[in-house]
C-alpha cells in the first residue's frame, strides 16, 4: 500500500462495509493505510483528524487526481486500470461533492420559491428526481429535486398552500427548450401523466443513453439494468458503492416532516450527477463528429495562407472535406464507432 501512494494525495477508502471515506494520505504499510482531514461519505461528516484503516477492513482503494498542493486539478487520467484513479479532474470531484451539501429547500411557494423558478427557467438542461414515484400512478410526489450544473434545488410540497402540482414546476416539466436529465424515467413520467395531468417533454434519459451505448459497442446489453452507482463506476471509475445508500431514499415515504437533513443530502446527491452524467454520454455519441469538427478546421490552421483562404473562397465540398465526414453518422447504427468504456 505504501507504494501506491505519496504523502498529502487525496484518496478514497471503500470499505468491506459498502462505507466511503475520502482523505489526505498520510503513510501506510502493507497492512494498513493512515488518512488525514477525511470526509465520511455516507453521514457527511468532516473529521481534521488522522485515522487508520486496516487491510483486512478494505475493499478497495481509488486515487483521486492530483496531490492536494499541486496544481494538478485540470489532469485527466488516461485509464483506470493501471492507475485506479478517480477520472474526473480533482477540482471538479470536489465541487460536485460541496455541491451535494449547498443544496436550497424550498418548503413553499414564497419569493425563494419564485426566485428559484427563474432561475432554472433559464438553465439548457435540469437533472430530475421525484419522490414516491416507484408506488406508480397512485404515487404524490412529495420531493422534487432540479439540479443544475452548480446548483440543487428540493422542493418540499408539504407546506405548499395548494394541494395541486405547482403550476410553475409543471411549466418547467412540460417545456419543450429545457432538456429534463432523469435516469430511468418511466415511472416519473407515468405518474406525471397520470396522477397530475403534466405530460414531460425532451427528456434525457441516462438509463436508456447508457444501455444504447453498451448496445452498440458490445452489440447486446446486459441482463440486469444499470444503476446511476453503475454508470459512475464504468464512466469515472467511482467506488462501486458511492452512492448506493443515497439511492435507497427514493423508497422513502417522505410522510414525516421535517425532514431530516440525512435524508435531504442523499436525494441531493441522487440529483448533483445527473449533468455531468448526460454531458459524458453525449460527448460518447458525438465522438465522430466532434473529431470531423476538428479535421476540417486543422485544415485551415495547419496549412498555407494561400491556401486557408482559396479554401474559405470556395463554395464546394471538396474530396478533402469528403474523406473527414465519418459513414458511421450515416447509418441506423451510427454509434458503432463508439467505444463504450
Known sequence: MEQRFKEGERILIVLNTGEN????????TDTRIEIDNFLHYESGNKFDTKWTFYKREICSVLRITGKKNDDTSNEKVATKTVNNNILIPRAEYERLLKMTDDYIVIKTDDKTYYDSIEKLSNFESLGVVASNCEKGRGGRIKMLVLSTWKQVFIFSFHNFRTKRFPVELADILQSHYIKKVVFNGGTLVDCLLHAYNIHMNNIYDIQISHLLLMKNSTGECREELPTIGDCLTEYFNFSSTFITAALEILKDTWEIVPVE?????????????LILLKDHQMSLMMKDYDQAVEAYNNLFSKSTNYHSLEMASNQKCTKQID????????KPNSLKSVKYA
Open 261 to 273: 437533513i440525512d435524508k435531504l443530502k442523499k436525494i441531493s446527491k441522487v440529483a448533483t450527477y
Open 21 to 28: 471515506f475520502e482523505g489526505d494520505y498520510v503513510k501506510g
Open 323 to 330: 474523406d473527414l465526414i465519418p459513414c458511421a453518422l450515416l
